[in-house]
């Protein structure tokens, strides 16, 4: 009797170290496993592996961090970005999802002074892309707009991560307006039937202060403000 | 004359490590800089921040990597995920940019079952859903269309990389036409205002192969497909 309790309580800790941990981790996933033998969690292997995995999770809980300070960069030092670099930013691009795996985007690396200056010209908000030193225009295939502007978003979230990682700074900046993307389209030479809402600049970066006499507000609305429980309204179980 | 010869020599080196190299290196930012001595680039103190440079941009190549290996998850275990991962989840979330950071979102974590079940159902291409141990439903505000599908798609792509960062897998299922997205909303008592295209699946995966009879094919379009120089159509400088 005490025997059973005491292997229930062991299991219930399997169980908590389970949703705690890695669930790759063999040894605690056959903890878990009402089949078979949980205590061979306790092996050296398994502590051994346990180590491993909570290493493992201290990388990820150190890449989130960094994640989690990604900013809209709009100052930028005049260094070039090397080559290498893009290459990463285009193959972080390049891998991201998309709905039914279309990829319905094609890629301009903008790196011509001259370009980045025009299109900066194209409203003053934007005013700021002629200092990156580069830019890369998103041009999408023309398929459904919805579809496609949130592919778009998943795939400039995923270079912008990139670019933070590379120790560089991006920014979004969006044309605006059909008369704007009409002439964003002529000086970046794309066919007028697709579409071409952006770039992202892409540079060293000075600081994250907007710079723009109109500056946009930073921080985030506290969690309690954003996140439901199953049923919108519902606060945390 | 040698002598200027050399250090334009050793100028020309620390630019071409400049551009291989963070920037935030202080020294070999000082090297590029024209009006100090960029031999300081040379003392040992340099020569450890240089290494300590190199290690980091080892560890940032090593999380691109991971990044790019990151997948749509339609199969998974039937362990839950632990709270700390979904906090993890939805901080993620709550720090990703978005136009103006208006932050025109908010998340319903679902994590009741017979919900998950009821939302697989609205089509068939999306039953996977009912298999995931929860869901992160993205409700919009209602604003501009195509720049909340854009922040979407963006604060989808954190949620599914820091997922995927922390051993877990996720997987996007969109609703898909009015009267699904009714649907939906009616489920998770939201609003019919708001906006509400999709749910993020989070669980931990078995496979990334997409089990439905039409599965989606996996890979991505060659680099030389998808990537121009300056002007659409031009190839790699």
């Known amino acids: 009797m005490t ?12 169980r908590r170290q389970l949703t705690r941990f890695n669930p790759f981790d063999r040894c605690l996933h056959l903890a878990y496993d009402e089949s078979s033998d949980y205590v061979r969690c306790y092996t050296n292997e398994c502590v051994e592996e346990t180590e491993k995995h909570m290493e493992k999770l201290n990388n990820a809980a150190t890449v989130l961090k960094e994640m989690n300070t990604v900013r809209q960069i709009r100052q930028y030092r005049p260094e070039p970005v090397g080559q290498e670099m ?4 285009l193959e972080a691009a390049r891998w991201t999802g998309s709905s039914r795996n279309t990829q319905p985007w094609h890629f301009l690396v903008v790196t011509d002074a001259g370009l980045l200056k025009d299109l900066s010209q194209l409203r003053t908000s934007i005013n700021w892309l002629a200092d990156a030193a580069l830019g890369i225009a998103i041009v999408l295939d023309g398929g ?3 579809q496609e502007a949130y592919d778009e978003g998943r795939v400039t ?5 990139a670019a933070h990682l590379l120790g ?10 059909a008369e704007n993307e009409a002439e964003a389209k002529r000086l970046l030479g794309i066919p007028a039937d697709r579409t071409a809402h952006s770039i992202i600049a892409v540079g060293h970066p000075i600081t994250s202060k907007d710079p723009r006499p109109n500056p946009v507000r930073g921080g985030r609305k506290p969690m309690s403000e954003i996140v439901s429980h199953n049923r919108m309204g519902n606060g945390a179980e």
Chains 1, 2 share one sequence.
């Open 144 to 146: 459904d707009a919805t």
């Open 86 to 89: 893009v290459d990463a930013l």
């Open 3 to 14: 025997m059973t309790n005491g292997v229930a309580r062991d299991r219930r800790l399997a």
């Open 168 to 177: 560089l700074g991006s920014g979004v900046a969006w044309f605006l307006g």
């Open 157 to 161: 979230e995923r270079v912008m991560i």
